[in-house]
């Protein structure tokens, strides 16, 4: 099989924002306890932080990690998490049925995203509480010095202000599963006057209205269109959460839901293009797709656990060999609309549906997921170049007209480094790739490294790495013709300079 790709130095889509790289820790499971602190730790460091999950994180270089949830953030007391730890309170926490100690909270989430080279996206809890906490977690966290909530940061040992600039209003307050779930005319309303309030407090802040929990809801594309007429002005970002999940066992079909993915991404850039309009707006609403992962490994499992613990080990899915393609190909989607899409957060990145696994007490380790999502975040920065693309197709039970191969081109012109990123779907055939680089003679392939495995459910585990990518050397680069041979079901990367 054979496919085509040309590209051109000048067809832009847009400069990658590289906060599209960003992750998120929630309060739940073991992500935090366990996973980023674990005081008893033999690798902790003086603050509790694990310095072989630092270590792991700073190599993905995760621009931005949001926090604290998730469904979480929807009855959580952000005043809990600060001051004295001895005086914090032990609360039920309703979303994910656990004890939370608040020994973790916002000063210790700064002081750990500061340690591993990330900015903050706090989330906000809009779900039991609204403009007064919202008000003042923006205070605390960003306001100099004289006023109750900043000196009392002070007071806490956090002299200078975290200047968080960019705050997510609640979290899927569509979803029934959602403590304090609004209408959309409900959400609408107390997100516009939430953030209202915040940027008089903070105007340089950047706010993400929550858009639909997924383009499955029966809401959607309503929710949007209703609660951006109340958010559209005092909002900078529209939120979108995916989850995927081989459930039928049907491997083909599972790789082609980036298709899905696709039209979820163009339906809700419709519809703030239509608010836009409808506005007279001169803004162009971006898009924070601020959940997005494989999830459901793990379903079974978490209907097992006991009520009211402290850490369990909840939604820890292990990740094989065609998850990674499919985070691939979602990574590959998200550069193909780095015009509109400026932010994007693996969901999650410690033990809850993560990239990276800890063993309480003992090790750390990569899941398959690692690699494709280190792939992009390092080697995609700069602008993302539009392709013209042929490739045979496919039908599966979900998806026609699908392309067995699918590929998203990097520029950097400051480096002189072109990347191309680039997915093999055919399960059965490798399908030998032309890319026409007419603007770049006289660069050489500097690198190609592939991801495959001919078990498609092969993962890894503390035990070691069945799954990880290897250097290839399947090209040749004549004048201006790269041909790669992308093998069947690979996950690739090409690097010229
Ligand atoms: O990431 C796990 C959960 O998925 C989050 O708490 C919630 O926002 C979403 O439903």
Not at 408 to 424: D, S
Request: hydrophobic share 35%; aromatic share 10%; net charge negative.
């Amino acid at each position: 099989k054979q496919a085509n790709v040309m590209l051109d130095k000048r067809a832009v889509i847009g400069e990658i924002d590289e906060r599209i790289y960003g992750s998120f820790i929630e309060h739940m499971g073991r992500a935090v306890y366990g996973g980023i602190f674990e005081p008893d730790h033999p690798e902790a460091d003086e603050q509790g932080f694990r310095r072989d999950v630092i270590s792991l994180i700073s190599d993905l270089q995760v621009p931005i990690i949001r926090y604290p949830g998730g469904n979480m953030v929807s009855a959580y007391n952000w005043e809990d998490g600060v001051g004295p730890k001895s005086e914090r309170p032990r609360r039920l926490e309703l979303a994910w049925q656990v004890i939370e100690t608040n020994q973790f909270g916002t000063n210790e989430f700064v002081d750990f995203a500061n340690k591993v080279g990330s900015e903050v996206m706090m989330a906000i809890n809009l779900g039991t509480r609204g403009i007064d906490a919202a008000r003042n977690l923006v205070e605390y966290c960003n306001h100099p010095a004289g006023s109750y909530w900043s000196d009392k940061r002070r007071e806490h040992g956090y002299e200078a202000a975290h200047n968080i600039k960019t705050w997510c209003l609640g979290n899927e307050m569509d979803g029934d599963w959602q403590i304090g779930q609004k209408t959309a005319v409900e959400y609408g309303r107390l997100a516009a006057e939430s953030g209202k309030a915040m940027k008089q407090v903070d105007p340089s802040i950047e706010l993400v209205t929550c858009g639909s929990s997924g383009s499955g809801m029966a809401t959607f594309p309503e929710w949007e269109a209703v609660t951006l007429e109340h958010t559209y002005e005092i909002a900078d970002y529209i939120s979108l959460h995916q989850y995927f999940g081989n459930r039928d066992n049907d491997s083909q079909n599972y790789l082609a839901s980036t298709m899905e993915l696709e039209h979820f991404i163009n339906t809700v850039t419709s519809v703030c293009d239509y608010l836009k309009a409808k506005k007279r707006s001169k803004k162009t609403m971006m898009l924070s797709f601020d959940e997005w992962n494989v999830w459901y490994h793990s379903n079974e499992d978490d209907k097992k656990l006991e009520r009211w613990q402290t850490a369990p080990p909840q939604l820890e899915d292990r990740y094989n060999m065609e998850d990674a393609l499919l985070v691939g190909g979602i990574l590959i989607t998200f550069l193909k609309h780095a015009d509109r899409i400026k932010m994007a957060c693996l969901a999650q990145l410690v033990n809850v549906i993560a990239p990276i696994v800890t063993e309480n007490g003992g090790g750390s380790w990569k899941q398959t997921i690692y690699y494709p999502y280190m792939h992009a975040s390092v080697y995609g920065r700069g602008t993302s170049l539009h392709t013209v693309a042929t490739s045979p197709k496919f039908d599966t039970k979900d998806f026609t007209d699908v392309p067995y191969t699918d590929s998203a081109v990097v520029y950097n012109e400051e480096q002189e480094e072109l990347t191309i990123f680039a997915l093999n779907r055919h399960l059965e055939e490798d399908v030998l790739t032309h890319y026409s680089l007419q603007d770049f003679e006289g660069y050489e392939v500097h690198e190609h490294l592939v991801m495959s495995n001919p078990d498609l459910k092969a993962a890894n585990s503390i035990n070691g790495e069945k799954v990880k990518p290897v250097k290839a050397s399947d090209y040749t680069f004549e004048g201006t013709t790269l041909q790669v041979k992308l093998a069947k079901a690979s996950w690739n990367v090409v690097r010229l300079r």
